[in-house]
């Protein structure tokens, strides 16, 4: 049965004719204030130089009940583990931050570190790792604990906490939520709220309107149903994502995603178990645009299903393409693969002939994939063409779900593997406030995708992950 349910704080703002959007999730980390000095004879100190840096990009998961595996509180916890925190900041490991500096233009968030603050860490842990002066301290970091972008107007949570074991594998879990929205509503802030930071690793919430989750619901025992990729059901848009260490991030000024009328809401939780049984029930808060709209944002799946990854090969290349049908803005991007995968870089050919390059993953991770602002929109004009590129690694590495490797093809389980950049796009010029402006993006790319001879060279409607 539906083991959820919505609870409304407030209001139905701005009902209108939505088709479907999708979801710009911000890490928000705040670059660190103090860095100290680089080089010269002082010795970094903790107080002075390395605590402003481990509380600007490490305590948002590395504290007392969140997802990093230790606290790095105070002088004893970080100097106890001086040479692991060198070595995984020198070799980038940490903070998880995947995209390769410079590839495409400057994103949003980004939370990794400067060479400057890795000099400091570096020298720190070289000079013997002085704590310094008292005074030098700065005042502990404060986490908020609420809402961080206030009220939400509509709260969406499911029914019943869901008990984790202790070990296993890892958890994909997808709870359905009636909204009960009487009207269509545009969303301009999804907020998430992790029940047990301690096992949720990120979560993604997924828009449907045809009942499938519920009756895979009620064919599941327990709260929700297990589903890898996705919720496994016809999707008509999303809500985003929460990944470890995001903040809340709302969209530009002026952009919204819809949710229709009646939808469900699925949160698909990634768990990954802790040692013990762990409780968890994940919330979102929903923030209505309270400011006029005049782009909806979209999201297209530049994807192919012509997956053929011969076992024993370490470098299988997969290749899909997309050619812009209108002119667009690109605000983020969303490279996904499943456990074979190991790079995939997103490039531009404008109809100009000219190259260029919007992101690139070199050691993909399933554990973390995120989805990545642009720092400013990306304009694609019409004829534009997007290639995604994708590595897959075949031979018998500990995520090879298959052992001994075998053939993979194409597919939604985690035994297959999928090669999908999705690009969350808005119309260019597009201003629903003036009159006779029509929401049409989704109905162009449904347009192209009904043209083409290859139904599967992207995807402007099923967003499965
Ligand atoms: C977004 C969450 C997150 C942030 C931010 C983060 N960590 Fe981690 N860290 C983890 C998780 C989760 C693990 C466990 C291993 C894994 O899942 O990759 C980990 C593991 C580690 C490890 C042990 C494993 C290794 O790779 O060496 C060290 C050391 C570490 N983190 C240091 C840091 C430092 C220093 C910072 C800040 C500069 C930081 N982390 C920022 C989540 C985070």
Redesign the pocket.
Known sequence: MPTSTARSAGRLFAPRRLLLLGVILGSGLKPASAGGPTSGLATPTFNRDVAP??QA??L???RRGQ???FP?ETFEQAGK?GL??A???EER????WKPVAGFGPKLAHD?S?TTGEVNVIRKWVEGGMPRGGDRDLPMPRTFEDGWSLGTPDLILEPLEDYVLAASGPDVYRCFVIPTDLPADVYISAVEYRPGNPRVVHHVMALVETGRQARAKDLADPGPGYTSFSGAGVDIVGDLGGWA??NDAARLPEGVARALPKGADVILQVHYHPSGKAEVDRTRIGLHFAKTPIRQTLQWVGVTTHDIQIPPDRNRVEVRARWTVPVDVEVLSAAPHMHQLGREMRITVTHPSGRTSNLIRVSDWDP?WQGTYSFDRPIRLVRGSIVEVVAHYDNSAHPRNPNQPPKLVKYGVESFDEMCVGYLGIVKTGQDLTQPNQKDDLFAILLDQHRRMRYREQFAPVRRRR
């Open positions: 840096i481990l990009r490490c948002v998961c590395h997802v990093g595996p790095l583990r692991d925190i070595e995984a900041v490991r940490m903070p998880p939370r570190l470890a260490g554990a």
